[in-house]
């Protein structure tokens, strides 16, 4: 149980495109799912809370024009980058809690790699 | 803000060696959970600790909380090669991760 899934598993595309990433919850219901930003041989940097049927709560620094968060479901979350360039290549993960667990534990989805040309 | 730290940041040992990874934090937490990571995908739970004093085996895994719930520790017994990957500890209501600490066991 508690699975998550992501996708797509990577993509490439160019500057100035917006690509979207989907975070499913397949055997659960979520209704709070987390964005995650991490660089190479580095910590996860969690980058919104998002927030089924409300808006998504961001993370001091993180640009919400710019990573544009939608959880129109319990077991569906998208990020999509915006406007995207080189600098927002990277390894992006989400996650879940699953729905009765009194701990803080989260599941998380495979990762998309993010590569802008 | 709560705030983790890991230590060492890097380890790099011969398989059938032994490690240990602390996790340490001037803040309460509630639970703390454990991961491993492997390159190119989602870090993956191997443990949730959530009383003081607490431990939990798996299989050659060892965790440990605190007795006052502010550190955790993880050790491993003979490491073997299939343990290499990026440990990280978490806890809190946001999931604060501790800086992680690669973990490389050589053949």
């Known amino acids: 149980g508690a699975v998550v899934s992501q996708h797509p598993s990577w993509v490439i595309c160019k500057s100035g495109t917006s690509v979207k990433i989907e975070c499913r919850s397949l055997?659960?219901?979520?209704?709070?799912m987390f964005w995650y930003r991490q660089f190479p041989k580095q910590s996860l940097m969690l980058m919104a809370t998002?927030?089924?049927?409300?808006?998504?709560?961001?993370e001091q620094g993180v640009e919400k024009d710019k990573f544009l968060i939608n959880h129109a479901s319990l077991t569906l979350s998208t990020l999509t980058v915006t406007s995207a360039h080189p600098e927002d290549s990277s390894f992006y993960i989400c996650?879940?809690?699953?729905?009765?667990?009194?701990?803080?534990?989260?599941?998380f989805g495979p990762g998309t790699r993010l590569t802008v040309l | 803000t709560q705030l983790l730290e890991q230590s060492p940041q890097f380890l790099s040992i011969q398989e059938g060696e032994n490690l240990t990874v602390y996790c340490n934090s001037s803040?309460?937490?509630?639970?703390l959970q454990w991961y491993r990571q492997e390159p190119g995908e989602g870090p993956v739970l191997l443990v949730t600790?959530?009383?003081?004093?607490e431990v939990k085996k798996l299989k050659r895994l060892t965790f440990q909380f605190g007795d006052a719930r502010k550190d955790s520790s993880l050790h491993i017994t003979a490491a073997q090669p299939g343990d290499t990957g990026l440990y990280l500890c978490?806890?809190?209501?946001?999931?604060?991760f501790g800086d992680g600490t690669t973990l490389t066991v050589k053949p």
């Open positions: 996650s879940a809690r699953a729905p009765g667990d009194q701990t803080d534990t989260q599941y």
């Open positions: 055997d659960f219901q979520a209704t709070t």
């Open positions: 998002s927030n089924e049927g409300s808006k998504a709560t961001y």
């Open positions: 803040s309460v937490f509630s639970s």
């Open positions: 600790v959530v009383t003081g004093g």
């Open positions: 978490a806890g809190g209501s946001k999931s604060t």
